[in-house]
T-cell receptor
């Protein structure tokens, strides 16, 4: 079975500080992992994805994530937070079929 | 530009009314999905389709129904809306799901009063 756990439903960082959003997964098959971002009153937009190639994945808007199989983690980072990064972030793992399993989301607040 | 469209964006409707949430995509994707999203909760899959005339219920029990008569169109219908149906509904589509992930629409925020 597949599942995703996002630690911390709310994260606050100062503008210019490091952003770290945590995601741990459980999967009975080699996982494909994704991070999505959702701005207020919008749908979800793909940030980046891991599909068994390089373990360090770079995405849009300066975000990156590292796949660590030994820790079953896929944490999302950004070196320097910007006000425009304030949004809801969802980690997702693909299942054995054509579906995804999403975490409960982490709301990122950026303090000026 | 290839995209996925949901209408309406916002809907406030009275109890007992019949409603249809529209979802259309221009990418030719075979696979389409409806998710329900409530604050602080994970996205719950309520319906999916892998092609024309193919529809299945998802993990979350829902009183809604869907149809897939054309590849590009995947509407969701509630025959009799109730306050418990108040939620955000997200439509998504994909081609190579495991590799490419989903493309999401902007969502419909439904409020039943």
């Amino acid at each position: 079975a597949q599942s995703v756990t996002q630690l911390g439903s709310h994260v606050s960082v100062s503008e210019g500080a490091l952003v770290l959003l945590r995601c741990n997964y459980s999967s009975s098959v080699p996982p494909y992992l994704f991070w999505y971002v959702q701005y207020p009153n919008q749908g979800l937009q793909l940030l980046l994805k891991y599909t068994s190639a390089a373990t360090l994945v770079k995405g849009i808007n300066g975000f990156e994530a590292e796949f660590k199989k030994s820790e079953t983690s896929f944490h999302l980072t950004k070196p320097s937070a910007h006000m425009s990064d304030a949004a809801e972030y969802f980690c997702a793992v693909s299942g054995t079929g054509n579906q995804f399993y999403f975490g409960t989301g982490t709301s990122l607040t950026v303090i000026p | 530009e290839a995209d996925i469209y949901q209408t309406p964006r916002y809907l406030v409707i009275g109890t007992g009314k019949k409603i249809t949430l529209e979802c259309s995509q221009t990418m030719g994707h075979d696979k389409m999905y409806w998710y329900q999203q409530d604050p602080g909760m994970e996205l719950h899959l309520i319906h999916y389709s892998y092609g024309v005339n193919s529809t299945e219920k998802g993990d979350l029990s829902s009183e809604s129904t869907v149809s897939r008569i054309r590849t590009e169109h995947f509407p969701l219908t509630l025959e009799s809306a109730r306050p418990s149906h108040t939620s955000q509904y997200l439509c998504a589509s994909s081609e190579r799901t495991r590799v490419d992930g989903y493309t999401f629409g902007s969502g419909t925020r439904l409020t039943v009063v």
